[in-house]
């Protein structure tokens, strides 16, 4: 983070300072925000009992300051962090950082409130009541938010509908985001939400985030239905967890006690609430990023976000530690510090960033991971998708899988550690020694009052304490599972000799079975099979009853219009799987299975996915010789060879072979037309990597025959080709006779 003196704000500036009394009756109310710096959740425990979740490093720097530099970029003139639990370390980070304090004219104001009486976010904004701080409508975010959108639009419809309505107290930020009909998750690991909108005033109808996806309905008031003619029923939208508030959502949870969580108590309450008549908007973010990190799956999601740089400005390269060298951006989405030690031998793969001050030895090789400041990385050491905080120590020949592994953690020599695992501050891992997947350790014992998610994360150690095992899981790589000494009566194995030096803790609510949902790691793929094979099972069920509502479908333009609008949005989050999957953010064997999930997500066919995966195949090729020097017709070749068997999956029919072939016409007369004079090169090589067959070839050539001159222009471009394979067909049909 760089030093707060220097600050400017981006968008939206304040007024200047002068003393003149009507100019300061004139000058409109300063716009305030209120930032909780406590989750109020157990999720990223046994971390969160050492360090406050909004000073954990997102791609080297702390969450809250993504937050910060957002609200200040966006407008805001005053910020309020409320801190609970670890509030003497916010408040530290605040001073230190630079935003602590008064801020002259152009910055923003950042005052800590602290209090350690709060156990939800609704006694957090009870408490900001109570200081009487807030003075007009308010930014209300969570020190672990993410963005960089522009709040102009949103706050104009808020005030805007404020004149007409004084009981509009509330607008939502929310994003389309289609989850996964195989999890009823969203890429950032998050339960797929039900909402109700009123399609001409964005009104916020119904909110759901707990639904029961064992059924295939929900469940809506028919008072709602009776008292709007019109609604949208939305699963594809994700809540931002940024909301603009009117001063009278503080006085709403004063009056209400019972109001504790944000979305499952106020905003519930106040759409069944037919007294008070308060009501809730929407608006939907079109352009630019917002997520909130709430699991450690969007941990990873969003780190990689960042790295890809969709969170631009704020991005490694630009916005650095203000102690560390800054990272530098190489080819392929690698940031590197100036100051370190790399060996020759050693690779780092695309989408990673490595820190300053650390060193990697020999024959390393690291793929889309973050590796933080003043590590020390051994040799043939194998790190894949996992994030290396800071002073962390990795001895010869280890191995790190899609794991979180905190500040001063040491591996000796041949330790494992298996996907979705995280090791917490300073844990060791003895030699040659495994840590199973999905394992949780601490030097902390795992305390035994997590009762619910709103519990609030305090490093209370003399609490009661469950019996977790120190490292009971643990083995060796012969098998052998490591146990204390019975003399040990700290739970703890010497320093790396025997074992782990921490306890194992157990998954308080769902179990290690279920770990794979909120995970770093890959989703396994054998769960998702299970998952497609009951989503088929549904599937098939249901084809009977569907058919007949296909049937009595109108066929009119405007059905047109939305179906051209379903594809391009299942092509789209093809294309962005697609994309993950490039940079590591999803398994490539698992790739197959979600774009299965898309296909029937959206009720399209194969041939629908055969033309959605060629044209992300395609897109990758283009942005590739764009970011180097070769040419285009080489990263296509690249790229074809690379997923031609992904293709493959979807190209069993000559129709779907044809579907290739058309989407590739349109991309060359419409959306890339870089490849418009490299068609007659390209379907050659199609042709020979079995992309497509000759069969397919010659009946496009055939259905091309009758139509106009403009749409013969590629069949013209490739009539030597297509020639060739009619006399290779007539000369095949000769010998065989």
């Not at 963005?147 to 949103?154: F, P, R, Y």
């Not at 739970?491 to 279920?514: K, Q, R």
Request: aromatic residues 8%; contains cysteine; hydrophobic residues 35%.
């Amino acid at each position: 983070m760089s030093q707060k003196k220097s600050r400017s704000r981006g968008g939206g500036g304040g007024a200047a300072a002068s003393g003149d009394d009507h100019e300061d009756l004139a000058r409109p109310p300063p716009l305030q925000a209120v930032l909780l710096a406590d989750s109020f959740t157990l999720k990223f425990r046994p971390i969160t009992l050492e360090r406050p979740k909004v000073l954990l490093p997102l791609v080297h720097m702390p969450m809250i300051e993504y937050t910060l530099t957002w609200l200040e970029s966006a407008g805001v003139d005053e910020a309020f962090v409320f801190c609970c639990a670890h509030s003497h370390q916010v408040k530290e980070y605040l001073d230190k950082a630079g935003w602590a304090g008064k801020a002259g004219a152009g910055s923003m104001a950042v005052t800590a409130v602290e209090s350690h009486d709060a156990i939800s976010a609704g006694d957090a904004l009870r408490v900001i009541y109570d200081r009487g701080v807030i003075r007009g409508d308010f930014v209300l975010i969570s020190g672990d938010t993410i963005s960089n959108m522009s709040l102009k639009d949103a706050l104009q419809e808020h005030m805007d509908r404020k004149k007409k309505d004084p009981f509009a107290v509330m607008t939502m930020i929310i994003k389309h985001s289609k989850p996964s009909i195989l999890t009823h998750q969203t890429r950032l690991g998050n339960d797929e939400i039900t909402m109700a909108i009123d399609p001409e005033t964005k009104e916020l109808l119904y909110y759901e985030d707990r639904a029961d996806n064992s059924h295939l309905y929900v469940t809506i008031d028919k008072d709602i239905l009776t008292n709007n003619p019109t609604l949208q029923l939305h699963n594809d939208m994700e809540d931002c967890y940024i909301d603009i508030c009117s001063p009278e959502v503080l006085s709403l949870f004063t009056d209400n006690f019972d109001y504790q969580h944000l979305r499952r108590h106020f905003v519930k309450g106040l759409l069944v609430d037919d007294i008070m008549g308060y009501k809730i908007y929407t608006h939907e973010l079109r352009s630019g990023y917002a997520a909130r990190i709430d699991n450690f799956r969007s941990y990873d999601t969003v780190s990689k976000d960042v790295i890809q740089r969709w969170t631009y400005p704020m991005v490694p390269d630009v916005v650095s530690n203000r102690d560390c060298s800054e990272s530098r951006l190489r080819r392929q989405g690698i940031y590197v510090a100036s100051d370190v030690t790399l060996s020759h031998s050693a690779q780092i793969g695309a989408n990673s960033v490595v820190g300053s001050a650390t060193s990697i030895g020999d024959n390393c090789k690291v793929l889309n991971s973050v590796i933080g400041v003043g590590c020390k990385i051994g040799k043939n050491v194998f790190i894949n998708g996992s994030y290396i905080w800071d002073h962390v120590i990795i001895e010869d020949g280890c191995k790190v899988s899609n794991s979180l592994i905190c500040d001063g953690v040491h591996l000796r020599a041949g330790a494992i550690v298996e996907p979705g695992s995280v090791l917490s501050f300073k844990v060791e891992v003895g030699k040659n020694v495994t840590v199973p997947a999905h394992s949780k350790v601490s030097l902390l014992p795992q305390p035994s009052n997590e009762d619910s998610d709103e519990e609030l994360e305090y490093a209370d150690t003399n609490s009661g304490v469950t019996d977790s095992p120190p490292f009971s899981s643990m083995r060796s790589s012969g098998d052998q599972a490591i146990v204390p000494s019975e003399e040990d009566e700290s739970g703890t194995s010497e320093t790396g000799t025997c074992g782990v030096v921490g306890y194992i803790w157990t998954s308080a609510d769902t179990g290690i079975l279920e770990e794979w949902r909120q995970s770093i790691a890959p989703i396994p793929k054998e769960k998702l099979e299970e998952l497609e094979r009951a989503v088929s099972d549904e599937d098939g069920s249901e084809d009977e009853s569907n058919n007949l509502i296909l049937q009595d479908k109108d066929d009119s333009s405007d059905s047109v219009v939305e179906d051209d609008d379903h594809i391009s949005k299942f092509e789209k989050e093809v294309e962005e799987t697609f994309q993950r999957a490039m940079g590591g953010g999803v398994n490539r064997d698992n790739l197959i299975l979600e774009i299965n999930g898309l296909r029937l997500a959206y009720s399209l066919q194969h041939a629908d996915c055969a033309g959605a995966v060629f044209y992300s195949i395609m897109k990758s090729a283009l942005v590739a010789a764009q970011s180097t020097n070769n040419t285009l017709l080489k990263t296509t070749g690249e790229a074809l060879v690379k997923w031609k068997d992904l293709l493959r999956n979807y190209t069993k029919t000559v129709d779907e072979e044809m579907e290739i072939l058309l989407k590739f016409e349109e991309m060359c007369q419409e959306t890339t037309k870089e490849f418009s004079p490299l068609f007659a090169k390209i379907l050659p090589f199609l042709y020979d990597t079995e992309v497509v067959t000759e069969d397919a070839i010659l009946r496009w050539a055939e259905e091309k025959e009758n139509a106009d001159e403009s749409d013969k222009v590629f069949v013209k471009q490739s009539e030597d080709f297509i020639q060739w394979l009619k006399e290779a067909e007539e000369e095949d049909d000769e010998d065989e006779e």
